[in-house]
């Protein structure tokens, strides 16, 4: 008997890769009816989220603004129903992770690269750590298949 995937972790930098692969998640939610974990993890917020002005975001401010992004994925370009959001600070491999662990994930769907300002030769980092220590099966989509 085929694996069911109910809840399905789906980390993103807001790129259009990880929106892709997102889309792969939502598609294997549908077949049982299951849940996705939309997930940002601000690494270093002062670093990421820049104001039009040029200022920094404090964290406060970071959060708020990743949980808009989230928001908005899911209304405007998911329109599924059944997607919880997740944003935290701190190291993404880490806080994936722990939630993968948390929420008994049964699928992570992530992308091979983002938009890090230092490309890995073969695979993201973040996405070669999970595929290695991951308590479940990791679905990666690489970059220019959609």
Do not use: W
Request: some cysteine.
């Amino acid at each position: 008997m085929l694996r069911q995937f109910k809840t399905i972790l789906c980390p993103t930098d807001f790129s259009e890769e990880s929106y892709h692969a997102i889309e792969y998640g939502v598609s294997f939610a549908k077949l049982s009816d299951g849940t996705v974990l939309l997930a940002h993890i601000l690494h270093d917020p002062t670093s990421e989220d820049f104001h039009a002005e040029g200022y920094t975001l404090s964290f406060e401010q970071a959060e708020q603004r990743a949980r808009a992004l989230l928001e908005g994925l899911r209304d405007k370009r998911l329109g599924y129903p059944k997607c919880e959001l997740y944003v935290a600070v701190g190291n993404p491999y880490e806080q994936l992770m722990l939630l993968a662990q948390q929420r008994n994930v049964d699928l992570i769907v992530t992308a091979t690269h983002g938009q890090s300002a230092i490309p890995d030769l073969v695979l993201g980092q973040i996405p070669e750590q999970l595929i290695r220590t991951s308590p479940c099966p990791v679905f990666v989509v690489r970059r220019g298949v959609f």
